[in-house]
Nanobody
């Protein structure tokens, strides 16, 4: 069964780092746009970062620029999110997603409309 499974979440102090992984079994990542989203309790899910075909353009939310780095290992079908300089406001459940459709001017909407989602991994940043 094709599925997305996130890992790497946990508890970290402010200023620390985590690397999230998303194992995309049954998927060839280079056939999809790939992304990370997050949800804080009581708030809407928001896009964090995306790699979009066909030229693998990378998109980052403003809060992620300069701190988070998205990458893929297409041979292993794994999506990563390196998160540095974490702050308490980064506390959230983080989700990976794939989409066969991409909207370059509004990448997060492509995943909301067409996304395949993982179950999420919790990231908690203490002050």
């Amino acid at each position: 069964e094709a599925q997305l499974v996130e890992s790497g979440g946990g508890l970290v102090q402010a200023g620390g780092s985590l690397r999230l992984s998303c194992a995309a079994s049954g998927f060839a990542l280079d056939d999809y746009a790939v992304a990370w989203f997050r949800r804080v309790p009581g708030k809407e899910r928001e896009g964090v970062s995306c790699i979009g075909p066909p030229d693998e353009t990378m998109y980052y939310a403003d809060f992620a620029k300069g701190r988070f780095t998205i990458s893929t290992d297409n041979a292993e079908s794994i999506l990563y999110l390196q998160m540095d300089k974490l702050q308490p406001e980064d506390t959230a459940t983080y989700y990976c997603a794939l989409s066969s459709v991409m909207y370059p001017d509004k990448w997060y909407s492509a995943f909301e409309d067409h996304g395949i989602w993982g179950q999420g991994t919790q990231v908690t940043v203490s002050s």
